[in-house]
């Protein structure tokens, strides 16, 4: 797991908070992704980022805001977040973004608890 | 349009025994199919994956994955359990066509190994 590392591990946070999530990948990939993990549910693939470019945006309401300033590192910025937003966040990176063969490389994710 | 099925919630089998996790998938064209291992407050790790080839892929910890095109399935297999496999096990797929289609997951499946 330290090939993509994310921080922090745990967040509790309430509705009207401002808080940051990071991920760093020292992988040397160009493509990075959040992914949504819900207990009983599909991952769902949030954003999706190609050499600091969002390539991919499904829909995810805007009090998520990611940010990419660089192919290491990604953000996720949380605003106003409703208790349903709790779930285990997962950062992941690979070689390139949604190439077919490519495997993605996942970090250990941020418990995010919205109270 | 891309799925992909894990039909098991959970398995259980005994230390020492053969195990299987199923999935089966639906793609207009040719998959490429993904096993990845969760392991408690963990994020995924990437197990193996079918790209083309060999219809038996070989991947860490001693597992492998048997493609079966006609019966559109990717099921994971270990000829000898340990209880240290018990976690959550994600099958996932892509499509080959079109390029930059996203990895679709499955719900997934809780193994369970009892000594």
């Known amino acids: 797991e330290t090939g993509v590392t994310q921080t922090p591990r745990h967040l509790v946070m309430g509705m009207t908070n401002k808080k940051s999530l990071k991920c760093e990948q020292h992988?040397?990939?160009?493509?990075m992704y959040w992914y949504k993990q819900s207990a009983k549910k599909p991952l769902e693939l949030m954003f999706v980022?190609?050499?600091?470019?969002?390539?991919e945006n499904n829909s995810v309401p805007s009090r998520f805001s990611p940010e990419c300033p660089n192919s290491s590192h990604l953000f996720l910025h949380l605003h106003t977040l409703q208790p349903e937003d709790s779930a285990l966040y997962l950062c992941?990176?690979?070689?390139?973004?949604?190439?077919?063969?490519?495997?993605?490389?996942f970090g250990p994710g941020t418990r995010l608890t919205v109270l | 349009a891309q799925s992909v099925a894990q039909p098991e919630d959970q398995v259980n089998v005994a230390e020492g025994n053969p195990l299987t996790v199923k999935c089966t998938y639906s793609?207009?064209?040719?998959?490429?199919l993904f096993w990845y291992v969760q392991y408690p407050n963990r994020g995924l790790q990437f197990l193996l994956k079918?790209?083309?080839?060999?219809?038996l892929v070989k991947g860490s910890y001693g597992f492998e994955a048997e493609f079966n095109k006609s019966q559109t399935s990717f099921h994971l297999k270990k000829p000898s359990a340990l209880v240290s496999d018990s976690a959550l096990y994600f099958c996932?797929?892509?499509?080959?066509?079109?390029?930059?289609?996203?990895?679709?997951f499955g719900k997934g499946t809780t193994l369970s190994v009892s000594s």
């Open positions: 992941a990176s690979s070689p390139v973004a949604l190439e077919s063969t490519d495997t993605q490389y």
């Open positions: 992988l040397g990939h160009n493509a």
């Open positions: 980022y190609n050499f600091k470019e969002q390539t």
């Open positions: 793609v207009s064209g040719n998959p490429y």
């Open positions: 079918y790209i083309t080839g060999d219809n």
């Open positions: 996932a797929v892509r499509d080959m066509f079109p390029a930059g289609t996203a990895l679709i």
